[in-house]
């Protein structure tokens, strides 16, 4: 990742980066993540059973939250390439209500909804449910950050009724 983005995250002022130390080894520069008190959406998801129910409407809101986290990140300048969308990296902090990434080392030049997706099959079946939805939409619109946040929200509240 470029320096001033490796800069950024040390720094711990960006709300949409997950708290981590960082220290210099042979062989590189070690990350270790701070996620106390946080949600691992991974562990959430394959802990939640099938279906509709509150497990599955918190896990779109983290993924909402996640989108709106991706496009607020290059808002501080961050290249969209090095931010990442993995889902064993994906925390959400309940209290907040904020989804919370990383940033990855090497760059990943897809298009947003088609990397998106990938991190949704990453979290269980739910999760292949939601990134699926996603990709049939987005053959009909163009699905960016905000667009993808805002289809999500509109399916937690259609689903919430």
Not at 49 to 72: M, N, Q, R, T, V
Not at 93 to 99: A, I, N
Not at 119 to 147: H, T, W
């Amino acid at each position: 990742m470029p320096e001033y983005m490796l800069t950024l995250w040390k720094s711990g002022k960006c709300p949409y980066l997950l708290p981590a130390r960082f220290w210099e080894e042979e062989g590189g520069l070690r990350v270790q993540f701070d996620a106390e008190g946080l949600l691992h959406v991974p562990s959430y998801a394959a802990a939640c059973p099938d279906g509709i129910g509150e497990g599955f409407f918190l896990l779109l809101e983290a993924l909402a939250s996640a989108c709106l986290a991706f496009s607020s990140l290059q808002q501080w300048l961050a290249d969209p390439a090095y931010i990442a969308l993995d889902a064993r990296f994906l925390f959400f902090d309940r209290e907040k209500g904020q989804s919370l990434l990383t940033f990855s080392d090497c760059p990943d030049g897809r298009p947003f909804l088609t990397r998106f997706a990938d991190l949704c099959r990453g979290l269980g079946s739910g999760g292949a449910l939601i990134g699926e939805r996603l990709e049939e939409a987005g053959k009909s619109i163009r699905m960016e950050e905000r667009r993808t946040a805002q289809f999500l929200l509109k399916w937690l509240r259609q689903a919430r009724r």
